[in-house]
């Protein structure tokens, strides 16, 4: 009797194996399942906001374009600038240090080091704080409590000749569109000696070669856009010794092209649809330096090709081209998930 039920018994524990190895396949499965879904969501909700902050790859190439710019403005108008010396210093010498900083919220900057050394070191890198509290550390954290000292946009910079020591006066603040460009002996153009604090949401620009945007995006640090600063720059630097004449001449043959590169690439990556103003203003600038009546044209029929109103089967088209990666992503995944449950069921 004992040896006829010894089989059952072994029968009964195999069996109660089975099951238990089965209830952890379908519990690991779920789980799997809810982890892969989570990710795939989240995936899509991320990649489908568009990233507009620069990145550090594009903040190198701002720089190179900027410098190769101002290089070649100079070797175009040699003979009217040879004899300014931080002129002739930039363009004799290549900077030996490259640091950039982003801001994951609030402004990007880049400094340059000049030197004889052949050899350019680079390092850029995000950080988390804005970027004026990595350039000045002990601003306050309390802004709201401080005296606000605005400096708004003009057309010509706001020049510092000296440095500005901050105590207990309260909050200076760059305005969007202002400039500020620093020509003192110091390495800094602000100390910060008491409760007060520096914003700038304008540009912050020193002729030994520091340039701080309040802006952190793509546009601002674009490579057009660092050769309309280079441009802007080796104008700040000529000390007002060209003629209005000279100027427009200079601007016709180095800024035409770059506000043409700039308005097609602000059309081509839709950025114009968003932000019309600032199609009109650039325009508006081309047109001022002569612009062919046929290439206006162009230039409005395309940016009326943007604007117009989508049909419903475009805006179909348009979703799924901005979604493409994300959706391919989860097809992927998708087509794993089936292999693997699948795979699982013949277990």
Known sequence: MTKKEKPKTSRKKTRTRKIFVMGDKRRYLVILLVVLLASTVSFAILSTQKPERVNEKELEGYVKAYLQEYKE?????????????????KYNNNPNEIYGYISKNHGAAIVLNYDTSEETYWDIRVIDKAIEYY???????????????????????????SQIK???????????????????EKDSPFKIEGPGAVVIFGELISR????????????????????LDALEHFFWDSE????????????????KPLLL??????????????HPEEFYDDLDELEELGLSEEMSTLMWNRYSELTRELTLMERIL??????????????????LVGALVVWLSKK
């Open 73 to 89: 403005i100079v070797e175009d108008n040699f003979h009217l600038v040879h004899d300014i010396e931080h002129i002739f210093f």
């Open 135 to 161: 350039f000045w550390a002990n601003m306050s954290s309390n802004l709201d409590d401080l005296e606000i000292i605005k400096i708004i946009s003009s057309e010509s910079p706001y020049v510092l000749d």
């Open 166 to 184: 901050i105590r207990n006066f309260g909050l200076l603040l760059v305005s969007e569109g202002a400039s500020l460009y620093y020509i003192g």
């Open 208 to 227: 030994s070669g520091l340039i701080l945007k309040g802006k952190n995006t793509k546009q601002a640090w674009s490579t057009y856009q660092a050769g």
């Open 240 to 255: 007002n010794r060209l003629n209005e004449t000279i100027v427009k001449q200079i601007e016709t043959k180095h800024k």
């Open 261 to 274: 590169e700039k308005i097609n690439e602000n059309i081509n990556s839709k950025y114009y649809r968003d």
């Open 318 to 335: 348009d979703t799924f081209q901005q979604a493409a990666y994300t959706i391919t992503i989860s097809t992927i995944t998708g087509v």
